[in-house]
């Protein structure tokens, strides 16, 4: 079993043949430094990655024309509107911004009790309210294009679905997600559509950098910890690749999921629903 994060390989990627999927259309990407928004970079459109971290987000770019996309990455913390007002702005002028991946979050394990506020207030910025901010700037550029076609995806989770103890924050954010997705594409008659993805545990730094703690303090193998612990209530017992989410964004901007209209895509292995 691999537990490290693996590589991208362009075999892996998901081609769609979409009228709408070129360098001339924009996607935005935040979170774009590892795991997840790192994958979803490299795809058929004009990227604009987003990260707070520059070194890995360059790392991105650079993996994403290495794989035959197109991608610029802007330094921007998606916890400052200014950042996201900036990243808007440029990425207008590259095309014709039609795609949001709103990918990027961060993890805190307390109780409610013990949970401190300004953590609390730190997660909803960047997991709600930048999602929430990076809609309302990107919509008005979706309705200027010639058919006014346009696809807003965010990255829940099954904490989307369910809630677990000591995640209080986290499953808040993930399901104000689904509230936010399903708000967007009520107002956007069709045109402009939004969903959500929700997936159990993948191989990126956030969860892979549990495993061995979680080993130690269990007394059990750190692959016990993923078969057991983390893909316990999973029907598939490995966690899945960054690029397997990355495929279900781009599913769900083509043509072919046009009737996902705030909906959830639940690629959870089973875990919530059996």
């Keep these: 079993m691999q537990i490290g994060e693996p590589g991208i390989n362009k075999k892996d990627i998901l081609v769609l043949d979409d009228p709408l999927f070129n360098t ?6 935040t979170g774009c430094g590892t795991g997840i928004g790192r994958a979803t970079a490299a795809n058929q459109l004009m990227t604009v990655g987003l990260d707070i971290n520059e070194e890995e987000g360059t790392k991105t770019q650079n993996k994403a024309r290495e794989l035959g996309g197109q991608m610029i990455f802007i ?4 916890a400052s509107d200014e950042d996201l007002e900036h990243a808007v702005s440029e990425a207008a002028k590259l095309g014709n911004i039609r795609f949001i991946a709103n990918i990027a979050g961060i993890q805190h394990i307390d109780s409610i009790e013990s949970f401190p506020m300004e953590t609390y207030d730190l997660m909803q910025r960047i997991m709600l ?3 929430f901010y990076l809609s309302k700037l990107v919509i008005p550029y979706i309705k200027k294009t010639s058919d006014g076609i346009g696809v807003i995806g965010h990255i829940a989770s099954i904490h989307a679905h369910i809630c677990t103890v000591n995640k209080p924050v986290y499953n808040i954010t993930k399901f104000g997600l689904r509230a936010l997705a399903q708000s967007i594409s009520a107002e956007g008659d069709g045109k402009i559509r939004s969903f959500t993805i929700s997936t159990g545990y993948v191989k990126t730094p956030l ?7 979680q080993a130690k303090q269990r007394g059990i193998s750190q692959e ?4 057991d612990v983390m893909m316990g209530k999973s029907r598939v017992k490995e966690m899945m690749a960054p690029v397997d989410v990355a495929n279900i964004f781009m599913f769900g901007y083509s043509h072919h999921a046009r009737y996902l209209i705030g909906g959830d ?6 875990a919530v629903l059996t």
């Design 24 to 29: 001339d259309n924009v996607c935005l990407v």
């Design 75 to 78: 330094r921007a913390d998606v």
């Design 129 to 131: 309210r930048a999602p």
């Design 207 to 213: 969860s892979l950098n549990q495993i061995p703690a």
């Design 224 to 227: 016990q910890v993923v078969t």
């Design 265 to 270: 895509l639940l690629f959870d292995g089973g």
